[in-house]
């Protein structure tokens, strides 16, 4: 089963760089135009269904790039950042680089947040669910923490080892039916108009 990981396009927050979480913040106009740039790419390899985090910059992703009837589920949500939500990227690597480079490395849970292992096992289980049953191209519509938790968890991969996922990206994993062929990454951070290096978590 192939799996199609496509990140949200860029929201009114990641414009601004603050951190999100599971505030149910909305596309930029940028956004809109970034997935309904890989509305083609997607068509052109045709789902066979499509899941997606229930969050509102998530729901209008999957609309635009060509699946509006996508299995919506809490379980994609981004993880949540506690007291960090809202707050500037530079604000919080001013004030303690450590703390920030902790977080992004799965080791450091802002107060009031969400742990990492818990955070990847919740997300991880609706992949492994899918899995059960599976279908020549899954998509995934979800958010860059996600993306990173289900690399981490099949490929092996320190999320402080990769890099923040492109807003409105097309990723893609490949994992086999059984145990005797190992999950391979096909495919990450494409975009069909630019190459985006500096993408913000």
């Known amino acids: 089963m192939r799996v199609l990981l496509v990140r949200h396009g860029e929201s009114e927050w990641n ?93 450091l849970t802002p107060k009031g947040g969400e742990a990492w292992d818990i955070f990847s096992g919740r997300v991880c289980s609706v992949i492994e669910t899918e899995r059960a049953d599976p279908c020549k191209n899954l998509l995934v519509v979800c958010h860059g923490g996600v993306i990173r938790a289900i690399l981490q968890r099949f490929l092996g991969l320190n999320p402080a080892n990769i890099t923040p996922v492109a807003p409105a990206s ?10 005797q062929k190992p999950p391979r990454l096909e495919l990450f951070n494409y975009r069909p108009e630019t190459l985006e290096l500096e993408a913000t978590d």
């Open 15 to 107: 414009a601004s760089r603050r951190l999100q979480g599971q505030a149910n913040v909305g596309l930029s106009d940028a956004g809109r135009r970034q997935a309904d740039a890989l509305r083609p790419v997607i068509e052109a390899i045709g789902p066979c269904r499509a899941i997606a985090s229930d969050l509102a910059r998530v729901t209008e992703t999957a609309e635009r790039i060509g699946a509006p009837n996508a299995r919506l589920t809490a379980q994609l949500r981004e993880i949540d950042v506690g007291d960090w939500t809202g707050r500037s990227i530079v604000d919080i690597e001013t004030a303690d680089p450590n703390a920030y480079r902790g977080w992004r490395a799965g080791t």
């Open 170 to 179: 097309l990723s893609a994993l490949q994992l086999a039916a059984g145990a």
